[in-house]
């Protein structure tokens, strides 16, 4: 099947440490992307990627770090420097800027 | 600010009636699109409206699109309970899509 799959499901971190969420998609998309939603809210562009080994800033990149080095993966890295970073983080892909496809989320939750 | 702003933040209807929620942007788009999420899941894309259109439909979902008035709505026709979700909407003003902060739609039994 094709898709978008992100792991895990439910995170859980301590303060200060660096904790990274996987993002795969086997859709052949050239396109992916970072999102943050926190609760009532809608979404906000953290970083995105329109090629292999490229990536762009978006509304609110301080404190997380991704890397681009295979076409179907998108890690993203939440460092200790994100300073409320509890929230569900959404992953997506898509052909340009056309329908993007959404993974299922990760809840991270800082203890 | 946001480029796209859904309006009612949430509504509740009962189960039959029509839904109807709208959105508003900022600056000229390529496409308009609209996306719905369950609650605690990804989103899941609806339609994607051109900017050269000025409606479109898919099964019980209508769309408009008034690039005038930078507006679209979104009408969910005989809704049922699984329509329950908040639904986006999503513009293209520069290489990068952006989200508005979503209505909450409830179907009352």
């Known amino acids: 099947d094709g898709g978008i799959t992100q792991s895990p499901k439910y995170l859980f971190r301590k303060e200060g440490q660096n904790v990274t969420l996987s993002c795969e998609q086997n859709?052949?998309?050239?396109?992916m992307y970072w999102y943050r939603q926190d609760p009532g809210q809608g979404l906000r562009l953290i970083y995105y990627s329109q090629i292999v080994n490229d990536f762009q800033k978006g509304d609110i990149a301080e404190g997380y770090s991704v890397s681009r080095e295979k076409k179907e993966s998108f890690p993203l890295t939440v460092t200790s420097a994100q300073k409320n970073p509890t929230a569900f983080y959404l992953c997506?892909?898509?052909?340009?800027?056309?329908?993007?496809?959404f993974g299922p989320g990760t809840r991270l939750t800082v203890l | 600010s946001q480029q796209g702003e859904e309006d009612p933040q949430a509504l509740s209807i009962q189960e039959g009636e029509n839904a109807t929620m709208n959105c508003s942007y900022k600056?000229?788009?390529?496409?308009l699109q609209w996306y719905r999420q369950n609650s605690g899941r990804g989103l899941v894309h609806l339609i994607l409206i051109r900017s050269n259109e000025r409606e479109k439909h898919s099964g019980r979902l209508r769309v408009t699109l008034d690039t005038s008035k930078k507006s679209s709505s979104l009408l969910i026709t005989a809704s049922r309970a699984a329509d329950t979700a908040s639904y986006f909407c999503?513009?293209?003003?520069?290489?990068?899509?952006?989200f508005g902060k979503g209505t909450r739609l409830h179907i009352l039994p």
């Open positions: 600056t000229s788009i390529n496409n």
């Open positions: 999503a513009t293209d003003p520069s290489d990068k899509i952006i």
């Open positions: 859709l052949n998309h050239d396109a």
């Open positions: 997506a892909s898509s052909v340009t800027n056309n329908e993007q496809f």
